[in-house]
C-alpha cells in the first residue's frame, strides 16, 4: 500500500468497518442467497490476487464461470447461494502469471476481458502514452482528460505520441490468449479494440469497436465470444442496444453493487466491484464484501 493521506484515512475507516461487523453480515447475506458477488481486477499483483483468493475461500464462498451466470439470468439455474464471479479487465501481460497460474492452480474460473489492438498490435495501451508524455513535460493533460474528449480527436492526439513515444506490449500475446484458454478455467471476452470512451465515438465507432474487437477474438481462439465489458463503465442506451446486436450474452459496467435476482435480468448492464492495487486489503475485503459502496447497495 502506498503511504498517502488517502490510503492511510481509508486503511482506518476499512478497519473500522470490519470490526463494527459490517463484511461479516455481507458474507452471512450472500450465504443465504440474497446477492452474488461480482468482482473485478485490472493488473494485481500475484500477492494481491492470491490474498483475495485465499480470504473468500475462507469466507466458504463458491465460484461460478461466465456461462453459468448466463444460465442463472435466463432463469435455467436457480438463484446460487454464496457465489461470486471474477473478471478482469483489459488483459495485461502481467494476468498470465499474477491471475492465470494460481486460477489454474485452485481450480478458480475467470473472466478476462481483453482490448485487441494492444494484443494484435504489440503497443501499450493508450493511457499509457498519455502519461509518458505528460512526465517528459512533452504535453500537460492526464487520461482523465482525455477520456473527456471527442474520440476522433482521442485517436488524433494518440498518433502523435505513439510517433514520438515507445511504450512497448503491455497485454498478452495471440499465442498466450490461446495458450490461457486451454488451462480450462479462463473464459476470454471482449473489451473493445482500442479501449475508447464509447459515448465519445460516433455510431460507427461504437460499431467498429464492439463488433470487431468480437470477431477478431473469435478469430483468434476458433469460438463464439459471448462476454463484453464496457471501457471505463461509460455507456449509454445506444451501446447497450450495439452489444446486444452484435450477439452477445451479457455485459459488464463498473456499476459498484451486488448481482440480484432482479438486476442479473439487464443482462448487458451488470454491475461490478473493483478491487484495487495500491490500497490495504482490508479495504479491498471491504471492497470484495460490497460494504464499501454500501450507499448503491441499501
Known sequence: MKMTARNILTYLYANYLLMRGDVQKAVARLKNGQYILSIYFHDPSKPLFGKCMKW?????IFFIDLKTLHEIAL???PFPKGAVLLTVDDGWKTNKTNIVELAHQQNIPVTIFVTTEPVLVGNGYWWS???LANKSGYMSINPEQVKLMENKSRLEMLAKLKDRFCVG???MTVDELQEIEK????????HTVTHPILPRCTDEEVYMEISHSKKQLEDILQHKINGFA???GDFSEREVNMVERAGYHLAFTT???YLTAENIKEKYMLPR???LKDVSFAENICRMSGVWFRKNNA
Open 56 to 60: 473468500l475461500n475462507q469466507q466458504g
Open 75 to 77: 432463469g435455467n439455474i
Open 129 to 131: 502514452y498519455v502519461k
Open 169 to 171: 506490449r503491455e497485454a
Open 183 to 190: 488451462t480450462g478455467r479462463v473464459v476470454i471476452g471482449s
Open 230 to 232: 464496457y471501457p471505463n
Open 255 to 257: 456499476k459498484p453493487s
Open 273 to 275: 466491484f473493483e478491487v
